[in-house]
């Protein structure tokens, strides 16, 4: 991959619509070179990050996000310092525009996941830094990176095939993907129960860049109608970070639509291979979780997330290639 061509150095990426499509398309497939890169046992000496310090600025909680940055960083020979909400004082003693400047003058790039898109917006606008959106609660573009990198792995091109995502229509995730397939050629159906469905803004904003690369994107209220033809069935948890007061209506509204065996016959794509399951993850698919033990699977059933189609923990991994793509554009 010619980086400078990519045309990302010293770069933040917030949101996939700050991308264009090629520049998207790009990340994937350096996040591909760079998991065969690491597969094969690159020597450190050629390390893309060597002496860079990276912060990890974390409001929310996190598995695959934390490792994946903190993991791909070390890689390439860089340094990580994790910082949680008890390490900073962010927007309490001090700004974030005070906190970004002090930070800037320390580290090379700052990896956030938290809540607000304006605090990682301001952390790029003051720290003089490249940062990277680890999620905020109105966007998650490394998932969908991750997401582009597995379906790629096991279906080929991403132009022309189809994604169902069912659940919760206008979370991070839903939205995220609407406008990364819309970048890609890809039709998206986003399946929802009507009280569920994404803004109209995120709707033009994704429909415009389908327009230009001539796929479709649609909303659904209809759990049978709406997977028929995908090759993709995605969900995400019913209950997002900070909404668990609404735990008993998500649980009451979204049952319809949780993803069976049925559901998956219902693509017409099981028979030819040609469908597969993604989860960003974690998901409620057992009963080996504390909330999972009293309610039993939500999202997915077990039987669908164990399945040899559930690629899952392929689409965890590559998170680990996909932040170590979007560090490497930026900085190295």
Known sequence: MDLEKLGLHGKSILRLLDLTDEQMLGLVSLAAELKARKKSGANLKDALLYRKNIALIFQKSSTRT????????????????????HDLH?????????????????????MFRGFSQKVVEDLATYSGI??????????????????????????????????????????????????????????????????????????DLARECAKRNGCSIQVSHDPVEGVRGANILYTDVWVSMGEEALFQQRLALLRPFQINMDMVRNTGNLESGRVIFLHCLPAFHDANTEVSRDYG??????????????????????????IKAMIVASLA
């Not at 022309?160 to 839903?174: E, T």
Request: aromatic fraction near 8%; hydrophobic fraction near 40%.
């Open 297 to 322: 699977a939500m999202e997915v059933t077990d039987e669908v997330f164990e399945a040899p189609f559930s690629k899952v923990f392929d689409e965890a991994e590559n998170r680990l290639h996909t």
């Open 66 to 85: 934390h490792c994946a940055t903190v993991c791909g960083v070390h890689d390439e020979g860089g340094y990580t310092e994790y910082l949680n909400a």
């Open 90 to 110: 962010f927007g309490k003693k001090e700004s974030v525009k005070d906190s970004a400047r002090v930070l800037g003058r320390m580290f090379d790039g700052i």
């Open 130 to 203: 490249p940062v990277w959106n680890g999620l905020t609660d109105e966007w998650h573009p490394s998932q969908v990176l991750a997401d582009f990198l597995t379906i790629q792995e096991h279906l080929g091109a991403l132009k022309g095939l189809k994604m169902a995502y069912v659940g919760d229509g206008r979370n991070n995730v839903a939205s995220s993907l609407m406008v990364g397939c819309a970048k890609a050629g890809m039709d998206f159906v986003d399946v929802c129960p009507p009280e569920l469905s994404p803004s109209e803004e995120i709707l």
